[in-house]
């Protein structure tokens, strides 16, 4: 079985795979000082509460945004597992895509996971948003070349930016404003609303028209991310809602890399 592990900056996804079955999700918040043995423990009271015995992991995979969090996840792959991690990105990774970019180092190893994935499951150009810390755009190729994308504030930082820097403003939850009200807020918590969720779709299909124009052909939009659900069922920019994509790519890569070495 593989344990597929994706560091994002706020959260970290170790998922357990038979194949192309993702069998467990488990979610903790990312913490570079975290050890292997922190990681160790919580994780195997995981498995032993879903009766997963940890014999069962035979190989693994991580890809990480926070390149701190490397040294203690190969730790805890190789002390508790007694496997050596594949790390996406690592020297000799085949990512089996073109990167067509001057510096392909600077792209983020969850970007070109997803862009992985993305191209496996949709044919023609197609536009991948990632709802994270940051909101990704990334546009690859209908030959499944990675051409570039938009990096944009995420909906909860920019909530949390209002909320410090406005003494008088509330902390809100992220949904749209109340069934049948419109965009024009009657009451502070309304008005924020409505300009924090409205306006994160104005951004996103601002930017996915921008993007297709640009290809010069039209593209499918998948999301994926804690958010892409429910911005999924608020605009037609998005046509494929898949909160599994990162995992999907690393099964994949882990396979094909495998295979290679």
């Given amino acids: 079985m593989l344990l597929a592990i994706d560091v994002g900056n706020t959260n970290i996804v170790f998922a357990l795979c038979e194949g192309a079955e993702i069998r467990h999700r488990w979610r903790i918040s990312t913490d570079a000082a975290r050890t292997a043995d922190e990681y160790g423990v ?7 509460m879903n009766d997963v015995p940890r014999a069962t992991v035979t190989h693994a995979i991580i890809a990480s945004v926070v390149p701190q969090t490397l040294f203690n996840l190969r730790g805890l792959a190789r002390k508790y597992f007694g496997v050596e991690p594949l790390v996406a990105g690592a020297p000799g990774f085949a990512w089996g895509l073109p990167i067509r970019l001057p510096n392909p180092a600077e792209v983020g190893a969850d970007r070109l996971v997803n862009a ?13 948003i990632d709802f994270g810390t940051a909101t990704t755009f990334d546009v690859v190729a209908a030959d499944g070349g990675y051409e570039g994308g938009v990096i944009a504030p995420g909906i909860n930082l920019s909530m949390d930016a209002l909320y ?18 419109g965009a024009i807020g009657k009451g502070t918590v309304h008005a924020m609303q409505s300009g924090v969720f409205w306006g994160y779709v104005g951004l996103i299909e601002g930017l996915v028209e921008r993007i297709t124009r640009e290809i010069g052909a039209p593209a499918t939009v998948i999301a994926t991310g804690g958010l892409a659900p429910l911005f999924g069922r608020h605009t037609g920019a998005i046509h494929a809602v898949d909160p599994d994509l990162t995992i999907k790519g690393l099964i994949r890569l882990d396979a094909a890399n495998r295979v290679a070495a």
């Fill in 42 to 48: 919580w994780l195997h009271q995981l498995m032993a």
């Fill in 116 to 128: 992985v994935a993305a191209h496996a499951e949709h044919d023609g150009p197609l536009v991948v």
């Fill in 164 to 181: 410090r820097a406005a003494a008088r403003l509330p902390r809100i939850a992220v949904e749209p404003p109340p069934e049948g009200q």
